[in-house]
């Protein structure tokens, strides 16, 4: 007599294989935390974007390789954003909703960091970023924080050091008129560097992706400034140095974090920046163990020199990765609480204690180029 049919045994193997199918889809997602990047890892930041990856993945692979986080592995979804506010919506939407991620790490620029932010305070969902210093970024929410200090601060840092270093009085600006961290450090700079005692004799405007800017600089040049503040990005200002060099410019200029990266200097701008200035987050001449482990670390890694951008990425994964162990939770609630908490965390850029309105109290660096260097200046404190 035979006791089961084919069919029968047919769908008997159809149930174990959705059970078994069911079991291990359930394991995956509870032995893993899920956490979400996104970053410009193309367009025309994408140094940044790549540099900020780098140092999230090496932190990643780091706990990982140690047993993990709660018992658990961390999986890391990354997303590109091309560089673009409306792209960022989109993916920063999906990793919420379809990856039903634990927190987000991103973004470097505060425009992007400005898009993502709403959809993560609506759901709950902390956000760390690793470079977004407009201090309207973390203004966005309770459960958005930062690892890199903000440009109040760093606008205060410019202007202090142009007044008191440079000892230069008639400052021109040159500011990205569609970018919130342009517009916002050049009004900072401006308030503290007049209320100084400086005055501004000019005050121009580009747009990110200009390849002529001539007008506007032989404008700067008729005003006969000292020196000139470009709160703008690498990208831009490698063309900007060149072209005010050629039209006859030949004062200093200086600008912030967004020029951090060896793509500033690349052809004519090693010299056409030479003896020009920036404020940035980390040195690699830094000798504390802190930052030389990690540049040992990263080298061996990738082959090749980290920006500030890797550095900020590493903190901001570390950072949340220490909020989810004391918080001991996947909860958003509680893990945007034990963010808020960090004390004296100990980062590869300084040590970080979160402020009450989530932003770190940590010093900024200017960096002098010299010898078609970065060469470290000065450190200043909060
Ligand atoms: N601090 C800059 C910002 O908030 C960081 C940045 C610079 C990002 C340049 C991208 C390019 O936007």
């Given amino acids: 007599m035979k006791i089961i049919s084919s069919n029968h045994l047919t769908i008997l193997i159809l149930i174990i294989f959705l059970l078994v199918f069911i079991g291990c889809d359930r394991d995956k997602k509870e032995s ?32 990982n390789n140690s047993g ?103 400052v021109a600006l040159f500011i990205d ?36 800017f001539t007008i506007q600089l032989l404008r700067i040049k008729n005003k006969n400034p000292d020196a000139i503040f470009i709160p703008g990005y690498y990208s831009d200002i490698n063309l900007i140095s060149i072209q005010a060099r050629n039209n006859g410019i030949k004062v200093p200029l200086f600008g912030g974090d967004g020029w951090d990266s060896e793509k500033l200097l690349e052809g004519q701008a090693k010299q056409s920046l030479e003896g020009c200035y920036f404020s940035t987050h980390v040195s690699k001449e830094d000798q504390s163990p802190q930052v030389q482990d990690f540049l040992n670390k990263f080298r061996n890694k990738y082959g090749q020199e980290p920006n500030g951008y890797a550095f900020l990425g590493y903190d901001a994964a570390m950072l949340l990765f220490d909020a989810i162990k004391r918080a001991n ?50 450190t200043i404190n909060p």
């Fill in 32 to 63: 893993y935390i899920i956490i979400g990047q996104f970053a410009c890892l193309t367009g025309s930041e994408a140094e940044f974007g790549q540099s900020q990856d780098k140092g999230v993945r090496m932190a990643v692979d780091e706990i």
């Fill in 68 to 170: 993990g986080l709660l018992g658990k592995k961390i999986e890391l979804i990354t997303e590109d954003n091309k560089g673009d506010n409306n792209e960022t919506v989109t993916v920063v939407s999906k990793l919420i909703n379809k990856n039903k991620i634990t927190a987000l790490i991103g973004e470097v620029a505060s425009s992007r960091s400005k898009a993502a932010a709403p959809l993560c305070q609506s759901a709950k969902i902390p956000m760390i970023t690793p470079g977004s210093t407009n201090p309207e970024v973390t203004k966005l929410g309770d459960y958005i924080f930062r690892v890199c200090f903000t440009d109040s601060f760093q606008a205060a840092v410019n202007a202090r050091f142009a007044f008191n270093s440079l000892k230069v009085r008639r």
């Fill in 177 to 212: 008129e569609k970018n919130t961290y342009s517009t916002g450090l050049a009004e900072g700079f401006k308030l503290l560097f007049t209320s100084l005692g400086g005055e501004i004799v000019a005050e121009e405007k580009y747009s990110a992706g200009d390849k002529d």
């Fill in 329 to 378: 939770s996947i909860n958003g609630i509680k893990i945007k609480e034990a963010l808020a908490q960090t004390k004296n965390f100990n980062g590869v850029t300084g040590n970080i204690t979160m402020d009450h309105d989530r932003n770190p109290i940590k010093p900024c660096i200017i960096v002098e180029i010299k010898n078609g260097e970065f060469k470290y200046k000065e």
